[in-house]
């Protein structure tokens, strides 16, 4: 049986975390030839290529399974150090989440604070539409993730959060000027030459809304790409163009006027669910528990929730 030596396995893991064989190098202290060594060592011991040598390295799908074993193992290492009370064995737990921007920005965070501080944890989240966190899962970049996938990831479990909702709003001033809204202009002619903010090319929540409304390709043309999730709700309070505003965010600036509802009864929903390794560790079903129970208490209810 094929065996996988483990100063191989854990300068695989270096050179995808820090993105090119020279850093790999770097926090192995290691020369960058005894890391090429080693990862070539390993691919012709696998008979697979494990890595594309791009910048940043990237795994390829046969090394996503080794990169999700080295994460593993390492788990299993510093828990073995802890129980034994060995040097080191004080470290904060280190879990890493993939989270997509809007999650971050209006809940998420409130259930980090819910986790047990003992044994400390310390949190490296990963921005990610939530169409492609689970992405990050498959690599074995992150242990957990909320994404818009009910079908859970090789080693992984899932479970449903509940429903993100989301707004068509525009500035009153846009509203008039692009929508028609005081001279009653149905949505529907107006909507799709807009001009539209969206939070990154991937983004198609506006496209997927005017196709529901008015038909066609989706949102028009004149876009305004802002990749944050407080700079996107800016931008469409200053006028810049309407836009699919998360419902916690957008209630409040509704209240004060500075945002206009375009098609009153008219939402989208986001399913959001938490898929993380099938693991038993401790400190990653801390955060589940604490996800799911804040989810609850946020979102709106989603099949399963």
């Known amino acids: 049986m094929t065996e996988f030596p483990l100063d191989q396995v ?3 893991l270096a050179v ?5 064989f020279d850093a790999a190098a770097s926090a192995l202290r290691v020369t960058p030839s005894a890391v090429s060594q080693r990862i070539k060592a390993l691919e012709q011991r696998t008979g697979r290529v494990l890595l594309t040598r791009t910048k940043p390295v990237r ?3 046969s090394g996503e399974i080794l990169v999700r074993f080295a994460r593993r193992l390492a788990r299993l290492e510093r828990d073995t150090h802890a129980e034994l009370g060995m040097p080191g064995s004080g470290e904060p737990t280190r879990l890493s989440i ?3 921007a809007d999650s971050l920005a209006t809940w998420f965070l409130a259930a980090l604070t819910r986790v047990p501080d003992e044994p400390p944890p310390a949190f490296e989240l990963r921005r ?6 689970a992405a990050l899962l498959r690599e074995g970049s992150v242990m957990a993730a909320v994404t818009s996938s009910p079908e859970p990831v090789a080693g992984c479990s899932v479970r449903s959060l509940g429903r993100m909702r989301y707004l068509p709003v525009a500035s009153p001033g846009c509203a008039e000027r692009w929508l028609g809204t005081t001279a009653g202009t149905p949505l529907r002619e ?3 030459s807009a001009p539209v ?3 990154d090319r991937a983004d198609d929540i506006q496209d997927d809304f005017v196709r529901a409304v008015a038909g066609g390709p989706g949102a028009g043309a004149l876009r305004h790409y802002v990749p944050t999730s407080e700079g996107f709700v800016d931008a469409i309070t200053a006028g810049l163009g309407w836009g699919m505003v998360p419902e916690v965010q957008a209630e409040p600036l509704l209240r004060a006027g500075r945002l ?6 008219r939402w989208v929903d986001v399913p959001l669910f938490w898929q993380q390794w099938k693991l038993d560790f401790p400190a990653l079903g801390a955060v589940a528990r604490a996800v799911a129970a804040v989810a609850a208490e946020r979102l709106r209810p989603g099949p399963g929730a």
């Open 16 to 20: 995808v975390d820090e993105g090119t």
């Open 59 to 61: 795994p390829t799908e």
């Open 128 to 133: 990610a539409d939530e169409d492609h966190t």
């Open 10 to 12: 854990r300068t695989l």
């Open 98 to 100: 993939a989270v997509n």
């Open 190 to 192: 107006r909507i799709a």
């Open 260 to 265: 206009v509802l375009l098609a009153p009864g």
């Open 197 to 199: 903010v969206a939070f």
